[in-house]
């Protein structure tokens, strides 16, 4: 068993135990992005390209200065551009680095059929496995935040990692160490949350946004990407930064009671047949059918 | 094949000690880290060559500088000991590493004629003999050696130096002094960052 299994402490599709549940004392590290001094210059796009080797593709323009709609396989962290109106007819931009939130609660990890596929570190990050990852895709209908992407051609789904092999190596992500103005911070949660408590509360008390607060969605255990948002009564301002995220119902009820209901029909069933035979032996042919099977 | 059932006793038994021996196992790897492709890479510390900010950054090669090896280049980030970005990139920056790997780039001396529409290949030589021989036709045809109320001021005003921001002290010094000997006045190389 390899040192990184230990500091493991949940496995998608695993029956049993989980070797490093509770055996290592760690802190949860988090991302902290403040959306109100972030300016949208995408260095964190291109030092995530840079740092995870990303293969090249097609940018798409859609109107905005945005790289492309959506995140893709091959592109882990996207700043989203969203024109605001706002009160008095004036316009403001939100912008919002897009990327893996690394739920506590992740609904990728409960979603996902396969042994191994993705696992959560005991320090917050979700990571996957692609070594074991079968490309049903399933993690993709269980993620709130539209995150996880099928490469059709390997058939596996990739996303952004946290950088683990940097975090894991005492560096912070890449993207952190990017951004210009600062908007990027990393370190432990409660040192972020504490960071981005006082800058809401800034905010509020001297730069007209009464509405400034903190984005860390309860639905799905807290995540490991916080973000301080100038409006954060309306987060689907964001591009569609859902309000209270959660793992879909599908995904709960498929995982919990079905599954459950499952394997009692199933053996159930087996028990049933073993005590079918014990009380009623095998099945005997009736004589006629015997007897029309010997004339034909 | 009809196996007896010793054989397959010794068969079964021989192949799970070869299992045993060479590390067969069933499990899937739950976590394989990724290997740090910087690990024991060479830092080299450099300067982003675009704008008049000047950022540091720093060059990451595999290979420890042995005789034997050819550095190559894997990864370029800031440098956090600099103290204009400590650390930070911008996304040109940030992706310098695209300017050293790149099918594009530029790797010898290219002319382009007055009027014409192609860049052609040039050697060092032949590039440096036409730039001096220009040089020393347009201070020539142009220099001023007194001004209307008959100063002595012996100026090159045909020729402008632009210097760029990757460009040190030491270098900017040689510019200065080797501009002011041919009496080039409009100078420029950004040494106000």
Not at chain 1, 45 to 67: H, K, R, S
Not at chain 1, 248 to 258: A, D, R, T
Request: net charge neutral.
């Amino acid at each position: 068993m390899s040192q990184e299994t230990l500091r493991i402490q949940k496995i998608s599709g695993h029956a049993g135990t989980v070797a490093g549940e509770g055996t290592q004392r760690e802190y949860t590290i988090c991302k902290l992005i403040d959306t109100t001094t972030c300016i949208g210059c995408k260095a964190c796009e291109v030092a995530c390209m840079e740092w995870n080797d990303l293969p090249f593709g097609e940018t798409i323009f859609g109107n905005t200065y945005q790289t492309m709609p959506e995140t893709r396989w091959n592109y882990w962290n996207l700043i989203l551009f969203n024109e605001h109106e706002r009160e008095d007819g004036s316009l403001m931009w939100l912008m919002r680095k897009n990327q893996c939130m690394h739920c506590a609660d992740p609904g990728c990890l409960a979603a996902c059929p396969s042994d191994g596929a993705i696992v959560q570190y005991t320090n917050g990050i979700v990571d996957f496995q692609q070594a074991n990852c079968i490309g049903c895709g399933y993690c993709i209908t269980g993620c709130p935040f539209d995150i996880p992407k099928l490469n059709p051609q390997t058939k596996r789904v990739f996303k952004c990692t946290l950088c683990t092999d940097r975090v894991g190596e005492g560096l912070e992500p890449a993207c952190i160490k990017s951004c210009p103005t600062g908007c990027l911070h990393f370190g432990s949660k409660d040192d972020m949350l504490d960071l981005a408590e006082k800058r809401a509360k800034q905010l509020r008390d001297h730069s007209n946004y009464p509405n400034a607060g903190v984005y860390d969605p309860k639905g799905v255990g807290g995540t490991s990407v916080v973000y301080v948002l100038h409006d954060a009564a309306n987060p689907e301002l964001y591009g569609g930064l859902p309000k209270d995220p959660h793992i879909p119902w599908s995904v709960k009820l498929w995982k919990g009671p079905l599954k459950w209901l499952g394997n009692v029909a199933m053996v159930g069933g087996l028990i049933g047949l073993f005590v079918h035979y014990l009380r009623f032996g095998p099945k005997d042919r009736d004589e006629e059918e015997m007897k029309a099977e010997t004339k034909s | 094949m009809n196996p007896t059932r010793r054989d397959f006793l010794k068969l079964t038994t021989v192949g799970g000690a070869a299992a045993a021996v060479f590390g067969f196992d069933l499990k899937p790897a739950y976590a394989q880290l990724r290997v740090l492709k910087i690990a024991r890479a060479n830092e080299t510390r450099s300067t982003c060559p675009y704008c008049a900010v000047g950022c540091g950054t720093i060059i990451y090669t595999i290979g420890d500088r042995a005789k034997n090896v050819t550095a190559q280049v894997v990864h370029v980030e800031g440098d956090p000991d600099h103290p204009t970005n400590r650390g930070t990139l911008c996304p040109k920056g940030a992706s310098l590493e695209q300017d050293i790997l790149n099918d594009r780039r530029l790797l010898k001396p290219q002319v382009r004629r007055p009027g014409g529409t192609q860049w052609e290949d040039i050697s060092w030589d032949d590039a440096l003999n036409e730039i001096a021989a220009r040089v020393k036709k347009t201070r020539d045809e142009s220099f001023i050696e007194k001004d209307a109320n008959g100063h002595t001021v012996n100026r090159t005003e045909s020729i402008a130096w632009i210097g760029g921001c990757t460009d040190t002290n030491e270098f900017n010094y040689l510019v200065v002094k080797a501009m002011r000997a041919l009496g080039v006045v409009h100078l420029e190389n950004q040494a106000r960052v």
